[in-house]
């Protein structure tokens, strides 16, 4: 049975606000890749952000639930909000220490919701080479532009 070996994702938005988009690359440990992208018309680098993590989340659960995974992101914002912040938020109501609403609280709950004890979050630094770090930035900003980009897909199931 394959396995999950990493997951990389990033968001991408020109002007911030405006378009935007979100590229999430799977490596699976015989070698395969399978990547995920998205555009939205309006919106910010943080929220596309947040949607690549969490259509990585989904895309896990959907490919190898119950295997524990290594989820890789440039955010801090995502980092440190899904593994330190939102513990705080959520004990406050999801307000912020200043008692002001938790900005993009709809997708910090969904994220918050798909996120799980199996899944390691780790800080990747944003163009410094990493492979998959670049892939996904290369996805999210294309989408983010309008312009199309191929990307690698897994073979849908038999049966």
Known sequence: MT????I????????NPGP???GVVIYFTDGSVHEL?????ATTNNRMELQAAIEALKAWRQLAPGSAIALYTDSEYVLRGITEWIHHWKRRGWKTAAKKPVLNQDLWQEL?????PLVQWHHVRGHRGDV???RCDLIARRLSRGQPIALRTLPPPLG
């Open 3 to 6: 396995h999950i070996r990493a």
């Open 8 to 15: 990389y994702t990033d968001g991408a938005c020109e002007g």
């Open 20 to 22: 935007g988009g979100w």
């Open 37 to 41: 992208g998205g555009h939205h018309p």
């Open 112 to 116: 918050d919701a798909l996120n799980d």
């Open 132 to 134: 998959g770090n670049e």
